[in-house]
């Protein structure tokens, strides 16, 4: 994330180009770095493609927030190419494919409306994520914020905070992403009622979405989890295994 010439536009679409290629078990996306003594670091480079760094303190996530940290990351924010307000964008994108499609909250839904109903994934997220802003008070609005405030305040703050902490699962800091992932599990009931009707308007008239959510919310592992059975007219398990 953030190597000149990169777009948000151009991002999003690779990263959801991804997925349509079969990518579905797992991916990390990374902050761009300037490193020293690195081609891309040197004066001439970053005065050509106008980059501009954060310096951030590292981040080591699973330890505690409290652990003294003395190493520092120079991230890109800014380049000729995307301006910091798209970075931040572009970021909020990637964590919410991270936390709710490969971490699996809305990974079978989302693959169903692409495949069944000829949702594209970019347009599934980028809506979710309309959603979030203009519902600041569902379980993904008020995470939305927090990302934003998160990521977006380099320019009044100074820094850039790129870790979740919450006392209630861990005394120890997760990904943003994993955060996301955390909030959705804890508060799942919600979550999927709070999002059904958005995700029922990309189904149109599909007689098997009612049983593909069924099927999505069955799946997860919740804390509160007990043994459980259900019965499907469609064989998920080996749909979305291809």
Known sequence: MGLPGETYDSFTSNLCGLIEFGTTNGLMIHYCELLSNSKLGRKENI???K???ARIPYGQFHTPPTAEN??????????????YASWVEACI??????GLFFMGALRYISVFLH????????D????????AKENENTVIGRY????REKLGGYYTTGTITRYYYNPLFSEITFSLDEGLCLEVLHNHELFYSETEELLRSFAGNSKEFEEVLKFQKMIMRYPED???EERFSYDFIQYFKE
Do not use: H, P, W
């Open 51 to 53: 980059i501009v760094s």
């Open 144 to 147: 939305y914020k927090e990302l």
């Open 226 to 228: 007990v043994e459980k």
């Open 70 to 83: 003395t190493e520092y990351s120079d991230i890109i924010i800014e380049t000729f190419s995307m301006n």
């Open 47 to 49: 005065e050509q493609y």
């Open 93 to 98: 994108f990637g964590l919410f494919i991270e």
């Open 115 to 122: 495949n069944y109903c000829g949702a594209s994934y970019r």
């Open 124 to 131: 599934f997220f980028e809506k979710l994520i309309e959603f």
